[in-house]
């Protein structure tokens, strides 16, 4: 086997339960290098929880992860820590860390992941803040003090600091006014298309999902119930799918709603 | 019947439950202090902010203490002519007992409460997440600098505590009650043993321990947003208050039941 024909994140057969809630249910999915994949799907329907089991942040009951054809589900603590490295993620409501300031959060995975120099790890800082258009006056100041859209691009900013292989984008637009919303998916375009990085978003939002992908999947009920290429998504010829994208409350996914 | 049983049962397996969980949380967190890295700057934050700036309340509680402690043993022992036992009962009570006692549930308002309220804020915000994913091990950075600054700091304090508390009856028993300075210091001094000073130290390095691990353990585990938060803040104080209560017996039992 070629590293040219292993995925750089291959599921299979992946199954986690909450309780008697099974929320994956033998999920398959395969992410190429240099790959932008897209999970898409209603809320609560698994796709943080995929992303959090292949992130090893939740176990899974069943299945395999592997990233570049290397098992993971089981991995002990040093070797997880290893594997993190490979990693970056951007999380919904940005998880930046409230006593540090912005250049610190940045730096962070720099400083006490990599055990880089404080000071060589701040100039990076500032370089990536200034690659996602926040200047050096912004690295002083503590995330409480930055609006919403600015603490998604720190955030954007800290998951993409030490180049990780591997990108995972948590609804990245959620919450911004549409304008931010394409800087931020520019953004991603710019890391995944520039940098060679793979990266695996999920987003409620079709617009950015149409921006970022370069493929994309749909999970319901627990399976991945459609996937294929972004431009073939108006086509799919899934009714799920097509109920999703075209934003209709009449189709085969119904909401558990009760009358007034 | 049955169901009684069942109930009882259910509640006592829930505590050997719990019990497990939390030695398995202070197990793994100290097994991170083996290997590098160590995280020096939090470890040294983490003791600024628990024993330094618990100083004034510890001061403040230690010194009130110890001024009743005089007041009531006076006023008891005046009834047998025993006054000359102030100076004895107050620094024996104060070093052996109250002390780390007083001090601890003090730290266990302030600190404990902050640490599960500020760790379990991180978890529910996906902060400690966040830590993982920049290849950093939350109970290496978080847990393990502040169970080691809870084991180290209290007995400092406590002894400051200790001090401040003897003083606190020096001044009621000689500007209220009129004893002879230098007789006090003498009757402090001379009853006092390197064994009782010793035990309220050892106490306090465990309570320290006690109410930075069980702040850091709700705050680790708490669920559901604001709510949980509460929760985990409101569970790490009362655990951590019954803790100390429980483990003060238990050590005391050990350096004086014979």
């Known amino acids: 086997m070629t590293d040219a024909v292993v995925p750089k994140i291959s599921v299979r057969g992946l199954c986690k339960s909450f309780g008697r809630n099974r929320v994956l249910d033998g999920i398959d999915i395969d992410c190429a290098t240099g790959e932008s994949i897209v999970i898409i799907g209603g809320s609560g329907t698994g796709k943080s929880v995929l992303v959090k089991c292949i992130l090893g942040l939740l176990h899974p009951e069943a299945g395999s992860i592997r990233i570049d054809g290397v098992e993971t589900v089981g991995l002990r603590r040093a070797a997880r820590e290893r594997l993190m490295q490979k990693f970056g993620m951007l999380f919904q409501g940005s998880a930046l860390f409230d006593s540090l300031r912005v250049w610190e959060n940045v730096a962070f995975g720099l400083v006490q992941g990599r055990g880089m120099e404080r000071q060589a790890a701040k100039k990076v800082a500032l370089a990536k803040l200034a690659a996602v258009g926040l200047g050096p006056e912004v690295s002083e100041l503590r995330p409480a003090e930055l609006s919403g859209g600015m603490q998604k691009r720190v955030a954007l900013a800290r998951a993409i600091a030490a180049e990780p292989e591997i990108i995972f984008f948590d609804e990245p637009t959620t919450g911004l006014d549409p304008i931010m919303a394409d800087v931020i998916n520019d953004l991603i375009v710019k890391c995944v298309r520039e940098v060679g990085t793979t990266a695996v978003s999920i987003t409620h939002d079709m617009v950015s999902a149409r921006k970022i992908a370069d493929r994309i999947a749909m999970l319901h009920g627990g399976h991945i119930v459609w996937h294929g290429l972004t431009a073939e998504i108006d086509h799919s010829g899934d009714l799920f799918v097509d109920q999703f994208i075209n934003g209709r409350a009449e189709g085969p996914i119904q909401m558990q709603i009760r009358a007034v | ?149 809870g084991f180290l700091s209290l007995p400092i304090l406590v002894l ?99």
């Open chain 2, 1 to 149: 019947m049955l169901r009684f049983l069942a109930a009882i049962g259910a509640v006592f397996l829930g505590f050997l439950a719990a019990t497990g969980r939390l030695v398995t949380f202070a197990g793994l967190a100290l097994a991170t202090v083996l290997t590098p890295p160590y995280y020096f700057r939090a470890l040294l934050r983490e003791t600024i902010n628990i024993g330094y700036f618990s100083l004034p309340v510890v001061g403040l509680t230690a010194l009130f203490t110890g001024m009743v402690l005089a007041l009531q043993s006076y006023t008891g022992f005046s009834r047998f002519s025993a006054e000359g036992a102030v100076a004895t009962v107050v620094v024996l009570s104060m070093t052996r007992e109250l002390g780390p006692v007083i001090s601890a549930l003090m730290v266990a308002g302030r600190v404990g409460a902050a640490i599960a309220a500020e760790i379990g804020t991180m978890r529910v915000t996906d902060q400690i997440d966040a830590l993982t994913t920049l290849s950093t091990d939350p109970l290496r950075y978080l847990v393990l600098p502040r169970l080691i600054a």
């Open chain 2, 160 to 258: 400051v505590a200790d001090i401040i508390g003897v003083f606190g009856g020096y001044f009621v028993a000689i500007y209220r009650f009129g004893f002879n300075p230098e007789a006090y210091l003498n009757r402090t001094q001379q009853y006092l043993e390197m064994s009782d000073v010793v035990s309220g130290l050892v106490k306090a390095a465990v309570f320290g321990f006690i109410v930075a691990l069980m702040g850091c353990y709700h705050g680790y585990y708490s669920r559901g947003g604001a709510q949980g938060v509460g929760h985990a803040t409101t569970h790490a104080v009362v655990s951590a208050s019954v803790m100390i209560l429980v483990f003060d017996y238990v050590i005391t039992a050990a350096f004086f039941g014979r």
